[in-house]
């Protein structure tokens, strides 16, 4: 497979790349079923309903983004990538000695690098490094005494001071809540023990999840908004946005 880097500005200005692999070639393999590499994500039901519980509950709750997440999950099967160009230039860069004599050039003198990938990386473009990563993290919460709903497996629960703490997750954004600040404090320095310091926790009464505007600021209720988000989508929608259609179809669909 090819080597893709992708680049994005996030909401402070920086600058963020992202490796991927084209998994088109994947796609192509005999036997392939898409079934095969999905995996289970929370639904917008189960964010606004667990929203619901905790806000009547009163519950504290944490957001926590695990950065590189599918860096952390090992592949199960063979996966060899090509880097061209500027790619394999800067891997020979990083250590000439390991990657030199492998560097070899295209009919056209482009530099062109074959890698053989043991983990589910870079991987943003494999089929299963979701998957993968799914399955690491569920059994880092079961490792930590979580149960994962079976009708729900995008959530997980676990008794703590006779009290539930609930962890809720999409890939490797989650939301956790407790009655005891102190449990959450805990249990965000138990993943980063597992997936590294830079991981980021997001405390308060307003958090951003999913696109979403999620506000505990009034005791008991949650407000739920995604304005800030469709802003940003309308702002940067390449064609000006007139009034809606009375009707989908143009008035020339069955004219002849």
Sequence with gaps: MSSLIL?????????????????SKQRRQ?????????????????????????AHKKLNVACIDIPGAYLHAL?????????KGPLAELMVMV????????????????????????????A???????????KKLVTDLETYGFKVNPYDPWMANTIINCKQMT????????????EGVFKITKF??????????????HRGK?????????????EGKVKVAMIKYLDKATKEFPEEIGPPAILPPAKYLFLV
């Design 30 to 54: 005999p036997g392939y079923k898409k079934e095969d590499a999905a995996l289970p994500i929370v639904s917008n039901e189960g964010v606004t309903t667990t929203c619901a519980i905790k």
């Design 75 to 83: 592949t199960d099967e063979e996966v060899t990538m090509l880097l």
């Design 188 to 201: 965000a320095t138990y993943l980063s023990g597992v997936y590294g310091t830079q991981l980021t926790v």
């Design 167 to 178: 962890v809720n997750w999409h890939v490797y954004d989650s939301r956790v809540s407790h």
């Design 95 to 122: 250590d000439p000695k390991i990657y030199r004599k492998h560097d070899t050039h295209s009919s056209k003198g482009g530099a062109l690098l074959y890698v053989k990938m043991n983990k589910a990386p870079y």
């Design 7 to 23: 680049l994005v500005e996030k909401r402070d200005g920086r600058i963020k790349d992202r490796g991927c692999a084209a998994i």
């Design 206 to 218: 307003v958090h951003k999840y999913l696109g979403m505007d999620l506000n505990h600021s009034k």
């Design 124 to 134: 943003y473009g494999l089929l299963k490094s979701a998957l993968l990563f799914y």
